[in-house]
């Protein structure tokens, strides 16, 4: 699909500076950027690609002076980078666009559908489950009995979404995503066996949460897993059973939460870090990359760091004094040397 220089600056609220009637069908970046293309120049650093560029439309930013001949198209905007953002987020919706059901797929006669639904091939949609308007459900998604997902909520090819769960609206599960799926519940016998414990409860999502590919969210044992609204949760997450994640909360990837804990509102953790059982991450909490924690942080917006996690700034200086440890035992066998030769004087 093309647009004009025109109806580009009249989504953006822009003015343009040069034809009004370039076409553009693809957005690029501006070093790589060809005839035909959109692109933006927000940094300063990137400015001397503006005059080699051969994109058709430019986006800059309102006070933005050049200091040599312009050749594209410029679309005078508040903010470049906030506008292109826009833009982007316009074309992806439009490539995303779906609608219809494609066959072969199983929707099962009980089941409630909204309009303009999208459901893709080879699709399961099971008995009672309640789909919202304008959601869409790619290929290969399976859908349990008893599911409930809210308008515009989107599930990417490969979604698995197990029986009583409940996605709230604007949702977005990305490929091989398992929302539901058994939590890690096994009770220890007398012979060294273990036993499964029924896993009864459900996930309950809710809305504006974004969750990464291949990451999984196990159903509770009893009640409910809860993801908060506005959460994003990167690919390659284990949230296990029981677990609360606060709203607007970020995890990276790798991260594993265990059984029961309770992760506050606007928490980031970084990647590969490992929490616990049964305990709670306070508000605004920040955890790096790696990072093990084995106990509840109780003081809200503090950093942390370390395996075992300690406060931020600590952290830091046992850097300091880890890296200084060679040397200490060097001086130490030293002066031991030291002491036993004025010993055997």
Partial sequence: MQFSAQQIATLLKGNIEGSPDVVVGQLAKIEEAKSGDLSFLANPKYEHFLYTTNASI???NADFVPTQTVNSTLIRVKDAYSSFSELLTYYSQMKLERSGREEPSFVHESVMISDNVYVGAFSYIGKNAKIGQHVKIYPHVYIGD????GDYTTL????KVYSECSLGQHVVLHAGVVIGSDGFGFAPQDDGSYNKVPQIGNVVVDDNVEIGANTVVDRAT???TII????KLDNLIQIAHNVE???NTVIAAQTGVSGSTKIGENVVL???VGVVGHITVADRSQVQAQSGVNRSIVQAS???GGSPATPYQAQLRSQVLYSKLPELEKRIADLEQIIQNHSAK
Avoid: E, N, Y
Wanted: aromatic content about 8%; cysteine-free.
């Fill in 146 to 149: 008893d599911v409930t997902i």
């Fill in 270 to 272: 970084g990647g590969q």
């Fill in 58 to 60: 430019v986006v800059v």
């Fill in 302 to 304: 503090k950093k942390w």
């Fill in 228 to 231: 908060r609204k506005g959460v």
């Fill in 245 to 247: 994640i606060g709203k």
């Fill in 156 to 159: 990417f090819p490969g979604v």
């Fill in 222 to 224: 009893m009640g409910s």
